[in-house]
């Protein structure tokens, strides 16, 4: 479904992303992790296009997204994107929110997003929450309802950049049973996180990345096994000992 | 002493006229400059918003001028001094149809077009730039993210700052006295040189500014607070 | 525009004097600064109204702060300039009407900027005075006050820009300041009416544009202070 192949990024002068090539099989969920500033963001952000890359080529779905021919709006109403801090957009209530990329994109009236808004609300588990404001629902719930609005035009793809760092811990559990349940309904799924819980259950392929490198690709049983990679190991028990 | 308030000498008669028609003047003053003010600042919002260096410099300026000269001066600077531009037949008719009213609606307007187009681009600047990236991450182009995401932000963030100026353009209707402009704080000294009822005169205009200010502020208020933007 | 100068720039400065009385620039700074002075203690007074404990107090500041503010600075200067006089029977030197009426419209505005600044405090610096036992007075005038007028340094400074530009208005009660000096020029000279209200204009931004820098460059040091940015910047 996706496919790195040879890709480096610069920063100016500072390479961030080195040659990565690898691939995400259609309806799998990836994990990556890695130290801060191993280009855990970079990498997943180049897949819509928030960042450019300067080498090597990324294809989703078999095409080459950095083609010319690619209208990179298209693309990305075919990638939904949740960021750490949610970024709900503060002026919308929360059904509002959902229905935005209904209405703006695919010009749909009010009435006739609403309903496909609220079945994706109650999904969500925040059907009661459709006329709160963003200010005045919880940081757990206002992640809920950013997956909501990145799902409704039925994306292949799902990319999280950390979705449960900025959660107090009793907050965590309710996005991740959320992810939990997409992950088993077979969208394809790439999580920056650093759950390992999360990542040792669902995930099908752990990527760890390390100074912009792919150091290691593997199923959880090795990654989690005493074969895994010196790396891993170094970087598991260090944030054994933070959490 | 001796001086009886008496308001009915000038609420009456040819005085009450006048006073009525002050206040007629000064609301074309204020209701014209502030539409001609807000449309010209939101033209030079988005010209700054251009990354174009001659045009944002040439905004920055004219921002400049009009935020650190006199109000006063800015009035007489196109009294005096664009009348002189103008050929003489032009001047004479442009005298005959009392033009002072048209110099201080553009003075005004472009003040407060300066003053605005600053506060729309600070209403911008406080939008966090990570809303910019999920409007464009949803699949939004650039003026889709604006129209639907960035601008009805800026506004919100806007509105208590552009009804300070509302209020501050109101009572700036007043300068429009200093080159002519037959408006409320006009007619009351006018009334009050002709009848000597210095404190009636005063007295009922300062109270008509009052009220409409008041009017003014409560609106504000409660526009402020409707529109308030809430973010965590 | 420069024979304007040439001929005019002293009068632009000084006014009339050492021939007649002091005006022009300087007794618009003159002017400007008697009243931010003037106005200074009315606005700690209106402040401290506005954010202590006795509500007669508060409602009679904050019913002051709301009328001023609805009103146009010229209407006050009509009060103090053709009203003030009559009322306590004996005329007034029109450069005073001035200044009271900047005075009164202005502790309105700096009053509300002092009140700002001492809601701005944190909690903890008036417990703390109280958990040392000071009583009320030594806690506002030694803790307080000294902290908060501190952090609103760039509000003051920016009213002084606010006030110099006010002043103008002096020019339609015969004030002899900057701007009524250019006004008599231009009665003069009725051929350059757009040089002179240039060289106005020019003067009041060169003034007003320098002062609003500072503001700007105050609002930073003193927002690093209170960060304690300054200090690594000093290290560094
Ligand atoms: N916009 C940018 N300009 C310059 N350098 C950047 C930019 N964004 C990221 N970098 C640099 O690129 C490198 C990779 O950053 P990235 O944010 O991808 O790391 P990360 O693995 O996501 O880290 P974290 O766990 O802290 O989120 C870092 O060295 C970072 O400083
Ligand atoms: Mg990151």
């Known amino acids: 479904m996706i496919e790195f192949q040879g890709v480096s990024k610069w920063f100016g002068p500072l390479k961030v ?25 970079t990498l997943v952000r180049t897949v819509n296009r928030l960042e450019s890359i300067q080498e090597g080529t990324i294809t989703v779905g078999g095409m080459d997204i950095n083609a010319k021919s690619v209208n990179v709006n298209t693309l990305r109403t075919g990638i939904g994107f949740i960021f750490q801090q949610f970024n709900l957009f503060p002026h919308l209530t929360v059904i509002d929110n959902v229905m935005l990329p209904l209405r703006r994109i695919h010009k749909q009236s009010r009435k006739e997003a609403l309903p496909a808004a609220l079945l994706m609300l109650e999904r969500v588990g925040l059907a009661d929450k459709a006329n709160s404001l963003p200010a005045d629902i919880s940081g757990g719930q206002s992640q809920r309802v950013a997956i909501a609005r990145s799902l409704i035009l039925k994306p292949e793809v799902l990319i999280l950049d950390e979705p449960t760092s900025a959660l107090d811990p009793e907050m965590v559990s309710e996005v991740l049973k959320l992810l939990r349940q997409l992950s088993g309904e077979g969208i394809t799924m790439m999580c920056v996180t650093h759950e390992m819980g999360f990542a040792r259950e669902v995930a099908d392929r752990i990527w760890f990345l390390k100074n912009g490198a792919l150091t290691f690709d593997a199923k959880p049983e090795l990654f989690f096994s ?17 959490h | ?56 410099l040439l905004v920055a300026a004219f921002v400049e001028y009009h935020r650190n000269v ?28 009392g033009a002072e009213i048209g110099y201080a609606i553009v003075a005004l307007a472009l003040n407060k077009a300066a003053y605005m187009s600053e506060d729309f681009r600070s209403g911008m600047r406080s939008i966090h730039p990570a809303q910019m990236e999920a409007a464009r991450s949803i699949g939004l182009t650039y003026l889709g993210a604006m129209r639907w995401v960035i601008l009805p932000q800026a506004w919100r963030l806007a509105l208590p700052a552009l009804l300070g100026q509302t209020l501050i353009l109101f009572k700036g209707t007043s300068l429009a006295a200093g080159i002519g402009v037959a408006e409320l704080s006009y007619q009351a000294r006018y009334i009050e040189e002709q009848s000597f009822r210095i404190f009636e005169a005063y007295g009922i205009a300062t109270a008509i ?24 | 525009m420069l024979e304007i100068i040439r001929e005019y720039g002293l009068m632009l400065l000084i006014g009339e004097y050492p021939h007649g009385k002091l005006g022009g620039l300087a007794l618009t700074l003159i002017i400007s600064i008697v009243s931010l002075a003037v106005t200074f203690p009315c606005a700690i007074l209106i402040a401290l109204a506005r954010t202590g404990q006795s509500r007669p107090l508060k409602a009679i500041a904050s019913g002051f702060v709301h009328s001023v503010r609805a009103i146009p600075l010229l209407m006050l200067i009509f009060w103090a300039y053709f009203a003030l006089p009559m009322a306590i029977g ?9 200044i009271i009426a900047i005075v009164v419209y202005q502790a309105a505005y700096l ?118 940015r300054v200090l690594v910047e000093v290290i560094a």
């Not at chain 2, 500014?209 to 973010?231: E, G, Q």
């Not at chain 3, 004996?90 to 001035?98: E, G, N, Q, S, V």
């Not at chain 3, 700002?116 to 307080?144: C, D, H, M, S, W």
């Open chain 3, 90 to 98: 004996f005329p007034i030197d029109a450069t005073y009407t001035l």
């Open chain 1, 226 to 242: 005493s074969g895994t990679h010196p790396d891993v190991r170094g970087f598991l028990s260090s944030i054994q000992k933070n």
């Open chain 2, 209 to 232: 500014y009052m009220l409409i200010s008041f009017a003014i502020m409560w609106l504000s208020a409660v526009l402020s607070d409707r529109f308030r933007l809430r973010v965590k």
């Open chain 3, 111 to 228: 009053g509300e900027i002092i009140a700002a600044g001492i809601q701005g405090l944190p909690n903890g610096q008036v417990e703390a005075a109280k958990a040392l036992g000071l009583g009320y007075v030594p806690t506002t005038f030694r803790v307080i006050l000294p902290q908060a007028i501190f952090n609103v340094i760039p509000g003051i400074v920016n009213q002084l820009t606010t006030i110099i530009k006010e002043s103008s208005l002096g020019s339609i009660i015969a004030v002899s300041e900057l701007s009524y000096v250019m006004l008599q020029v231009n009665s003069n000279e009725v051929t350059k009416p757009l040089q002179i209200f240039g060289i106005l204009a020019a003067t009041y931004f060169i003034l007003c544009f320098a002062l609003s820098q500072a503001t700007n460059w105050l609002e930073r040091r003193i927002a690093n202070r209170r960060t304690g």
């Open chain 2, 1 to 56: 002493m001796g001086y009886h308030l008496d308001f009915g000498k000038v609420l009456q008669g040819e005085y009450l006229d006048l006073i009525l028609q002050g206040i007629q003047t000064t609301m074309v003053l204020f209701v014209l400059s502030w539409i001609f003010g807000l449309v010209l600042a939101i033209i030079l919002t988005v010209v700054r918003a251009v990354k174009f260096r001659p045009t944002q």
């Open chain 1, 17 to 41: 992303i080195k040659e990565i090539s690898a691939t995400v099989d259609k309806g799998t969920t990836i994990v990556l992790c890695g130290p801060s500033g191993s280009g855990k963001s």
């Open chain 2, 70 to 97: 006199p109000m006063l001066i800015q009035l007489f600077v196109w009294y005096f001094g664009f009348a002189v531009v103008l050929p003489d037949a032009v001047n004479e008719y442009l005298n005959d149809i």
